[in-house]
């Protein structure tokens, strides 16, 4: 609600919750590589991007969405492992551009410790990036993996049959049982360190990001 006549309405991403131009105006002097996290309803997005005042240029990038179809997951796209997932994808293909160091930059996300933003950040570490970040704000590896959904999706499938039903059935509908997220988290984190294990470093893109840097 505008109060008096210096009231000046806040910018369109500013009230959509997605900038924080305070920082973004540091960031476009500093021109660093910075990761951006961003959250919907339904799926979890890892972005590289160097900043600028006409726009901003995305490096590498992962989506939720491309687990499901390029590395056969079927444990949700928007939950604690596969947010780390999703971290893990977007860093590996940026080390293979050559970025070595990024700043987080997560909007206006409240930087709550052990939520999904900082699994993400997690995946990207252990991909071999580099982020300034205090690692205490970390979900605990039992998050990570999945154990915490396996240990509660047995226990309601004991308890009450129905409310699993009911709680778990996008992943039911698809023949996956909750209850064996753990091995499945690890299969496909191994099939995504695999694949970016044969895929050599791009000379053109380290060279690329060399040149940015040194701009």
Known sequence: MAHGPKYKVPRKRRREGKTNYHI????????PIILVVRKTNKHIVAQ??????????????????ELVKLFGWKAGTKNTPS?????????????KLGIKKVVPYIGLHRPVKGSKIFAVIKGVIDAGIEVSVN??????????????????????SEK?????????????????????????????????LKVYSN??????????????LSG
């Open 48 to 65: 590289f991007v160097y900043p600028t005042p006409i726009g901003d240029y995305v490096l590498a990038a992962a989506h939720s969405r």
């Open 24 to 31: 973004r105006y540091r960031l476009i002097r500093s021109r």
């Open 135 to 156: 690692k205490e704000m970390f979900p605990d590896d039992d998050r990570i993996k999945g154990l915490v959904i396996a240990e509660y999706a047995k226990m309601l």
């Open 160 to 192: 009450d049959p129905e409310k699993f039903k009911r709680q778990f059935s996008a992943m039911l509908a698809t023949g996956f049982d909750p209850r064996s997220i753990v091995e499945h988290f690890e299969q496909v984190r191994d099939l995504i």
């Open 83 to 95: 947010s780390y997932l999703v971290g893990l994808l977007a860093g590996l293909r940026a080390k």
């Open 199 to 212: 895929i050599p470093e791009s000379r053109e893109g380290t060279a690329f990001i060399e040149q940015l």
